[in-house]
């Protein structure tokens, strides 16, 4: 009856009766009880999360450690998942378990501690059951984080955490263990704290009076400097040892650690690591190869302030010791590649400074010419001049231009022979995506296969939908309509419509009446793909066509005339009904600039008889529409463009399809938009492929979005727009601009490829980018900083007159606007900020490639007073413009 009794005492939540009733049950009662109380706990993991079903958890969770008497159950039973949020007390599970023998509890206390951290045992439990067991107090992760918050909470009684360092009896063990733990120190960053009654004044306080050894602290607190880890990490345990205050002797015997850290280490410790090396070096206590080796790491760090207080540190020692400079200049030179060419020219300046102290002819020499290289071609000049090597002007500076080889255009495969390969196709794109091609191909070969046996194909597709989200949902449930309705999700709609698990009247409604919703920019866009894949979709369960007409012939979208008229002769012979969505798709896609191949398609089209060839060689026949008239207008820092209609796309068109060619207003209100994440966009440029203009046009908002809102912009189109056919216009190089200065690294390098790419392609108007460049950032919709990143990427790669030809349309109204800021006695530093970095990438560019001529407003810039970064970067883009060429 003693397991009645205490079931009934746990599902009433009595806890102090449940561990009354344990104290009295021997080993054997005690296990009697476990499967009733297992069943519970079953019953209680499908309750709802009530007071009413957990009054009982606290109980249960106490009676179920006690009724294991093996200690691997016990663990598991007290670390369950289930219960964490309403376990028994420390006090409780200590009381029912204290009964065991000591082996038994050290064992279960080890099996608790090495538990994840995640697993959150009490630590009142743990360091009780250590005094209970007498066992060896465990150095995990898990103990040892509970340990240190336990300490931490010093609130709890007033005392502060050197006090209550100083009563444990673990005390070395566990600050050893501290050091070892990568996890815990992760986690626990934010408790360490800072200044008086810290983690870092408590240890320095106990290894002052002896209670900790000094010399291992020290020694552990470098040692995890130099395992590296998250800058919070590093800045605790940078704090304990600055609290340590190592003595000059500790200093010199980890001089091989202060370098590493200082080539090495995150930014904080690095400064650290090297200002004790300043003063080791400055007091001689390091030799000249000890300091060459370390400046051969700091001056390859990107951090500006570590280099040039690098630099300064080796002008002083080769200002005391002139004979060292065959060591340390080779050294100083390294400073040769960095990115910022006044780091170049500080170091030009030392090696200039003390070049005739080495020795001639000499290997210090020889590597100095060699590290002379990678010097801007004006600075590489002065470093040829000061090392005597060549009279100036006896080699060129100029730099061939690179660019990106030009994308060439690949002709689609055919869609997969077999089901099981289109199944493998299918998953790829829904695993990750794809390309138009793939797409496309994906696209109809589902239509083929529906059509040639759709059994087969709903076998070979199973495990790819499997886990699709709309799979097995309830019908009765009208979240999978409804989200259909709302937007196609490429081919998911098709695999749903072939599965059934989406309705026939949300098919009929979506084909006849379009979407539920969307009347964004993009709309346009989406309304047109998603009509395609709703007809495919509807098709599939009443009327199956045996192909596609709208699969493009090449991977830009383009169809060939031919290619159409002979899948229409297949649909004739076939007497099948082409699809109105896509065969309106086939007709925006087919190719008519060779108006010859059109002509003679069109004879072909128009022999066939039926509607749809009559259509289409109509419009072959017909010239092509210039573009709409665009209008630009702006609103706040944005610059924006509306559209004017497109008569050609309306009339004949389906409803879905004529929106492409209504007009685009910048400022009418638009409902909700759907397409925040990005997906699918990749293929709306073949929606109108060869008419890029009106799909940028479209994307604009969203590139003015990353920029000014800080928001995405979804990387991948970008570039495809750039790779896309026709005309390079207003739109496309707008989007570019704004791409150049967007918040995230990533929209930044894309909108990089797709300058790249049109210079590539000799499509790009650098005029034109560099006007609207200048044009956002005056307006504040682009940020100078963001966009001399993205302006010294694209010059990295090697295009330095593509970037100076931008720049060189850019600068002068940056420059005109710093001008009227200094003559309206403002201090200037809006128009100053980040100018200097984009002056400095102009420099560079026009050394490299050779560029001369005048720049607006560029010459009162460089004749300001003072050394700032600006007006050092306006003279010597000013010297670069105006030296003469180079043989």
Known sequence: MSDEALLKAVRAGRTVEAAGLLDGMTDAERRSCLPALKELRKELRSAPWNAASRVACPALHAAGAACHTGAAGAATWIAGVDM????????????????????????????????????????????????LSGCAVPT?????????????????SGDTVAQRLRKEPHLSVLITALFESLEVTSRIAWL?????????????????????????????????????????????????????????????????????????????????AQSVLVSLALDGELTPRQLAEMSSGVLFRTEKKLVRAQLVLLGKVLKRDPSAADVLLPAAAEAFGHEDTEVQERALKLVERHAGALPDPDEARARLEDLSADLSPGLRLRARRALGIEAPGS???????????????????????????????????????????AFERALDGLVRHGHRDRDALVEALGPVVARCWWKDRDPSYPVVDRSFRESAQGLEVVLAALFEGVGMATLHAAVQQGPAS?????????????????EAAYRLRTEPMPFLLATPTWDSGLLEPDELVERLTEYRRLDARPGTADFAQALLRVRRDDAVTAAAAATRARALGSPEGYRLAQWLTSEAPPLPTIRRRTSGPRVLLE???????????????????????????????????????????????????????????????????????????????????????????????????ARHPEDRL??????????????????????????????????????????????????????????????????????????????????????????????????????????????????????SRVVTQARRLRTALTREAVA
């Open 84 to 131: 964490r949020w309403s376990q028994a007390s420390p006090g409780v599970l200590l009381h029912v378990l204290g009964d065991r023998e000591s082996g038994w509890l050290a064992d279960l206390t080890h099996r608790l501690a090495a538990r994840p951290t995640t697993s959150r045992v009490p630590f009142a439990l743990l360091s009780g059951l250590v005094s």
């Open 643 to 741: 559209l004017g209609e497109l008569e050609e796309i309306q009339g004949l068109f389906p409803r879905e399809f004529r929106p492409l060619g209504r007009p685009l207003t910048a400022f009418k209100d638009r409902s909700y938009c759907w397409h925040w994440d990005g997906t699918h966009r990749q293929y709306w440029p073949a929606v109108l492929p060869g008419r890029r203009e009106l799909v940028a046009a479209r994307l604009l908002s969203d590139f003015g979005t990353a920029a000014v809102d800080d928001g995405r912009m979804h990387t991948a189109v970008l570039p495809l727009l750039a790779e896309a056919d026709g005309t390079a216009g207003e739109a496309l190089h707008l989007c570019v601009a704004y791409g150049l200065g």
């Open 395 to 437: 080699a060129s500076t100029v730099q061939e231009e690179v660019l990106p080889p030009v994308p060439e255009r690949e002709r689609l495969a055919a869609a997969p022979e077999s089901a099981a390969e289109l199944a493998e196709e299918v998953g790829a794109i829904m695993a990750s995506g794809g390309g138009v091609a």
């Open 518 to 534: 969307g009347n964004c920019h993009h709309g346009a866009l989406s309304r047109a793909l998603d009509a395609r894949l709703w």
């Open 192 to 272: 360490w704290g800072d200044g008086p009654g810290s983690w870092s004044e408590a240890l320095a306080e106990l290894a002052e009076d002896g209670t900790l050894d000094r010399e291992v602290l020290v020694d552990a607190c470098v040692g995890r400097l130099l395992r590296g880890g998250a800058p919070a990490e590093q800045r605790m345990y940078l704090r304990l040892l600055s609290s340590l205050a190592p003595t000059r002797d500790e200093e010199r015997e980890r001089t091989a650690d202060w370098t590493a850290l200082a080539c090495q280490g995150v930014p904080s410790v690095a400064w650290h």
């Open 750 to 867: 894309a909108a990089v490829d797709a300058l790249l790419v049109l210079a590539a392609r000799g499509q790009l108007d650098a005029g034109r980018l560099g006007a609207d460049l200048g044009e956002l950032v005056l307006r504040g919709a682009l940020k100078k900083s963001r966009l001399a990143e993205s302006i010294r990427t694209a010059a990295a790669t090697g295009a330095h007159a593509t970037v100076w030809s931008v720049l060189r349309a850019l600068l002068p109204a940056l420059l005109a606007d710093l001008a009227a800021d200094g003559a309206g006695g403002g201090a200037g530093s809006g128009a100053v900020r980040g100018l200097g970095e984009l002056l400095g990438i102009a420099a560079d560019c026009a050394e490299r490639a050779g560029a001369h001529g005048d720049l607006a407003h560029l010459a009162g810039t460089a004749e300001r007073q003072g050394s």
């Open 140 to 156: 995990t992760d898990a103990y040892v984080q509970g340990w240190l918050e336990h300490i931490g909470a010093s609130w709890h």
